[in-house]
């Protein structure tokens, strides 16, 4: 399975993004997924995650509210709408999936992976 993750960009603070993530190799509808995050000089973080079946979602209470993350099964596409943006959701946003139907939130749950986003949000 191949990720590629696209969408990112310099939005000012209270604005929106919608990153896409394209899977190739294997179908959204046989993965559960997720997004994370990467802010220079810290680790990587969890924000969404989608269930396999895709009805159930985890977010991280950072983000709670203010990001969606969904799919589309005929393109298989996967996708994180992020909206109010704050200084604070700058980062490397990769995407990542795993053949499994239930989602995860840690890093090493996840067996497939995007190269990543850049985020920007300035104040």
């Known amino acids: 399975v191949q990720l590629q993750a696209y969408g990112g960009g310099l939005v000012q603070a209270g604005g929106s993004l919608r990153l896409s993530c394209a899977a190739s190799?294997?179908?959204?509808?046989?993965?559960?997924a997720g997004w994370f995050r990467q802010a220079s000089g810290k680790e990587r973080e969890f924000v969404a995650a989608?269930?396999?079946?895709?009805?159930?979602?985890y977010y991280a209470s950072s983000v709670k509210g203010r990001f969606t993350i969904s799919r589309d099964i005929a393109n298989n596409m996967l996708y994180l709408e992020m909206n109010n943006l704050k200084p604070e959701d700058t980062a490397v946003y990769y995407c990542?999936?795993?053949?499994?139907?239930?989602?995860?939130?840690?890093?090493?749950?996840?067996?497939?992976w995007g190269q990543g986003t850049q985020v920007t949000v300035s104040s």
């Open positions: 990542a999936a795993r053949p499994y139907m239930m989602l995860r939130i840690d890093i090493k749950g996840y067996d497939y």
């Open positions: 190799g294997r179908n959204f509808s046989d993965l559960s």
């Open positions: 989608l269930m396999r079946s895709g009805d159930g979602t």
